[in-house]
């Protein structure tokens, strides 16, 4: 799936492969995603845009004009430590993931029943 915003600035994406800690990939050596998924190896010449803070997730937000990686998100929505929410499956994303303003400087993300996350694009930040 993805999502461009309303000034096609960014670049939402999400894939079922969860982000994996780059520290656990190596060069030449296939992997897995924290989800089980196989990957295969990487170039020795790879370069891996995301961090350690972003193993886990699965939806990303990028630059269209730089390619950057801006900021990574996680289906699960945020809950209480321990509770063991499931994954929500393809079918059950409530896409578009975010609403955007018009010039693109703020989006939001809605958990149902729980709360409105608003984001500036400056930082990347609550």
């Known amino acids: ?19 994996t800690d780059p520290d ?3 060069p030449g050596k296939a992997y897995s995603t924290p989800n089980g998924i196989k990957m295969p190896p990487l170039s020795v ?4 845009p995301w ?8 939806i990303c937000i990028w630059d269209v004009r730089t390619g950057k990686l801006m900021r990574t998100f996680s289906m699960v ?11 929500m499956r393809p079918s059950q994303l409530p896409w578009p993931i975010f609403k955007w303003t018009d010039d693109d400087s703020y989006f939001a993300r809605l958990i149902k029943g729980q709360s409105i996350m608003i984001y500036e694009t400056t930082g990347f930040t609550l």
């Open 1 to 19: 799936e993805i999502q461009f915003s309303p000034s096609e600035s960014y670049l939402v994406t999400y894939s079922p492969m969860l982000l």
């Open 24 to 26: 656990d990939i190596l």
């Open 45 to 48: 010449h790879a370069k891996i």
């Open 51 to 58: 961090s350690s803070r972003d193993e886990g997730n699965d």
């Open 77 to 87: 929505p945020p809950t209480k430590e321990g509770d063991g929410a499931p994954r």
